[in-house]
């Protein structure tokens, strides 16, 4: 498959990728290896599935149903990922633990989270904020054109404090803190293209914690620089300069027998650079 036909679009996912490491970019995005399956993923979509369905019902709900939610959507996606690996010892773990134990102790804390995630809401100060009534705004699909490149993607979370003003939030169930506040910096551009306001601050929830960051001032990320980062991105991209960047994100990465560096079974996709994109 091309560069030309493998993307059609840009999304927050795809940058942070790329810049991470730009040949398992190439691995997971262009060439379309296999990944490895891992528990995390599944935790991942299970704990947002659940949230994103009790905040739609404005809250209707006690943390038995979060927890129902959880395990209905644990047992889907685990079902589809051993579907494509029965074998979970190829599973990739955040650690020495072995994958069958991995498997057991996210679906327990992921479920822990989402009932711990009710309590949280309901002592908490901020809501989910409604940009029209009855519509809360929990995974907010966007479309955002940066200098003629077409971003997508979701806004977890809009939330409303007492005193009126905004904040973007993303849930994360990692046990590492993003890096940067990019992300947070493109759903605020969104959200100013959306319904013309531009809260200016967001902050990440970290499941681990069951608490928001101190709120992130996102007004370096101004629309000229996300723009061009957006730009160079696509350039890069489109021309087949992937990069490999070999270092502590190798041990969870999905494609890494497949790598350039040192993959066991990097023959199998080899890099070709693309000097007519």
Known sequence: MSVREAITHRSVSQYTSFVRCGEAYRLEKVARAPQNQ????IQGTAYHE?????ERSNRRYGPDKLAEWFEEAWERDIAAALAVEPDTSRWLTGGTTKPETDIKNRRKRGRDQVEAYFEYAMEAPERIWEPVDGMPAVELPFTLNLGGIEIRGFIDQVVEYPDGHLRVR??????RLP???FQLAIYDHALDDLFGVKPGFGDYFMAKNNAPTEPKNLQDYSREKVTRWFRNMDKAVRLGLFLPNPGDACRTCTVRRFCDFNGVDARQYPYEESVNA
């Open 179 to 181: 890096d940067t506040a």
């Open 50 to 54: 659940a949230v994103e369905k009790w």
């Open 38 to 41: 891992a528990a995390w993923f």
């Open 170 to 175: 993303d849930l994360k169930t990692g046990t």
